[in-house]
């Protein structure tokens, strides 16, 4: 399984460790690619990456899970199902709304679905605390996408 998230952390391998001894959990499995070059630690992505993993390895404890980590998520999207680094993709990040990008987003992004989907790979996505509305009026790209096919 692979999780696209846009920062790595520098504590996340401590902080899951003692969420896997806390909840009696194995040891995890995780390999970092940095498609596009280690962005750095980016503060604000430390809870939603160490939320994610915390997920996956609660409900596939045993699953070698591949964070690939780019500011750009569209480009990490692309790199998973370019080089079929694993056939399940998660995330929770908001892509923006249809009216927040250029249609040329959208395009790219429909590409990207379609090709995951030739390639067997599903995409689950986090639809947020507020669902498929997640702090616009409008549903989410890949919510509203996936949801309508």
């Given amino acids: 399984m692979a999780i696209v998230v846009a920062s790595a952390t520098p504590t996340l ?3 899951l460790a003692v969420f896997s001894r ?4 194995p ?4 390999t970092l690619l940095y498609p596009d070059g280690n962005p750095g630690y980016v503060p604000s992505w430390f809870e939603e ?3 994610d993993r915390k997920l996956v390895h609660a409900l596939a404890p045993h699953a070698h899970v591949v964070l690939v980590v780019s500011p750009n998520l569209l480009a990490g999207f692309q790199y998973i199902v370019t080089h079929h680094v694993a056939p399940i ?3 929770s990040a908001v892509l923006g709304t249809e009216s927040s990008h250029p249609k040329a987003y959208g395009v790219h992004l ?6 995951a989907a030739q390639s067997g790979i599903t995409i689950l ?3 947020g605390e507020r669902g498929a509305f997640s702090r616009t009026t409008h549903p989410t790209c890949i919510s509203r996408r996936i949801a309508h096919g």
Avoid: E, I, Q, Y
């Fill in 13 to 15: 391998a401590r902080g």
């Fill in 22 to 25: 806390a909840n009696h959990l």
């Fill in 27 to 30: 040891p995890l499995s995780h």
């Fill in 49 to 51: 990456t160490t939320m």
């Fill in 89 to 91: 993709v998660s995330f």
């Fill in 110 to 115: 429909d590409a990207l679905l379609k090709a």
């Fill in 125 to 127: 996505k986090g639809a």
